[in-house]
C-alpha cells in the first residue's frame, strides 16, 4: 500500500484498486480514493475518501480481455 503510506507521509491523494479478503475467504476487488486534510504543519489529520466494490467490473473486464485475445 504504498500510495496510502505516501498520502500519509506527504499529505497526497490516492486513488488505487486492491483486492480485500473478507471474514469468510471470498475475495473482493475495491477502489480506494481518498484525500487528506492537513493542518497548518502540513502534518496529515485526517483523511476523506471512499470504497467502491468493482468486482464484478474487473471480472467483466478480464473476461473482454480474454475473448479479445482468443479472436486476435
Do not use: C, N, W
Not at 504504498?2 to 486513488?15: H, N, P, T, V
Not at 477502489?31 to 475518501?49: N, Y
Amino acid at each position: 500500500m504504498r500510495s496510502i503510506k505516501a498520502a500519509l507521509k506527504e499529505g497526497q491523494r490516492f486513488d488505487l484498486d486492491h483486492s480485500l479478503v473478507l471474514p469468510d475467504g471470498s475475495e473482493r476487488v475495491v477502489h480506494s480514493l481518498g484525500e487528506p486534510t492537513v493542518d497548518e504543519t502540513g502534518k496529515v489529520i485526517r483523511f476523506a475518501g471512499t470504497l467502491q466494490d468493482v468486482t464484478e467490473r474487473r471480472r467483466t473486464e478480464e473476461k473482454i480481455r480474454y475473448l479479445a485475445s482468443t479472436i486476435a
